[in-house]
């Protein structure tokens, strides 16, 4: 809630989330609900892990193999390492000092290393001078970030970068429609598209960028 009035042309762009919650009684505020998760087994053995959230994804991960182990579905082999387990980009603390050896600017670099902590010395590795340009003049993502992502993290969709990797969808659509017809090309090149699935992938993730305003 703002104090001022905000207009619409000033909202850059807009998103929602959805709460997992197990159960929504009648007439009942989702948002009074407390958000725990609940492990079960259907009469097929189907486990399931409902409700929870995504700062205890650890603990339920942790919990759900505990409860095939009691359940006789795997067999104990070793305590839990989840809670030590370090993910992708946390292996090793990394600074500016460490990324001394690339010519390319500051903000880029912060950049880098907010959005992929140690993994950003492995984006600019990969660079060449042509791939750390930056992807839109208003900010720091450059074009190293998709085809390292290509390889890396599974984009195979124009948005899942530009929604889902740089969040850059989330923050400023018309900014992200602007960057979208070198994404796609850049993807073009990298999974070699055909023209029409080029266009295909381009009309599709424009569509799906309009729906954010």
């Known amino acids: 809630y703002f104090k001022i009035n905000i207009n619409k042309d000033e909202i850059t762009s ?13 007439n009942q505020d989702s948002s009074s609900l407390v958000r725990e ?9 189907l486990i399931t892990i409902a409700g929870g959230k995504w700062t205890t994804y650890r603990k339920m991960a942790e919990q759900t193999l505990d409860y095939i ?4 579905q795997l067999p104990y082999k070793k305590d839990s390492i989840t809670k030590e387990f370090k993910i992708n980009g946390s292996q090793k603390n990394l600074n500016l ?52 992502s290509i390889k890396n993290e599974f984009v195979i969709k124009p948005n ?28 073009k090149k990298e999974f070699e598209w055909s023209d029409n699935r080029t266009l295909k992938e381009y009309k599709e993730a424009l569509g799906e960028l309009n729906e954010l305003l």
């Open 14 to 26: 807009i998103f929602c989330g959805l709460r997992p919650l197990l159960k929504v009684e009648k």
């Open 37 to 45: 998760h609940r492990i079960f087994k259907s009469n097929s053995n």
């Open 69 to 72: 182990v009691k359940e006789n």
């Open 97 to 148: 000092e460490d990324l001394k050896e690339f010519t390319v600017d500051i903000k880029i670099k912060e950049s880098l290393l907010s959005l992929y902590g140690c993994e950003a010395y492995d984006i600019l590795k990969i660079s060449n001078k042509s791939s750390m340009q930056r992807l839109h003049p208003k900010f720091d993502f450059i074009e190293a970030e998709l085809l390292y």
């Open 160 to 187: 899942d970068f530009i929604k889902r990797r740089i969040y850059l969808g989330r923050v400023d659509t018309s900014c992200a429609k602007e960057i979208l017809a070198k994404v796609v090309e850049l993807m």
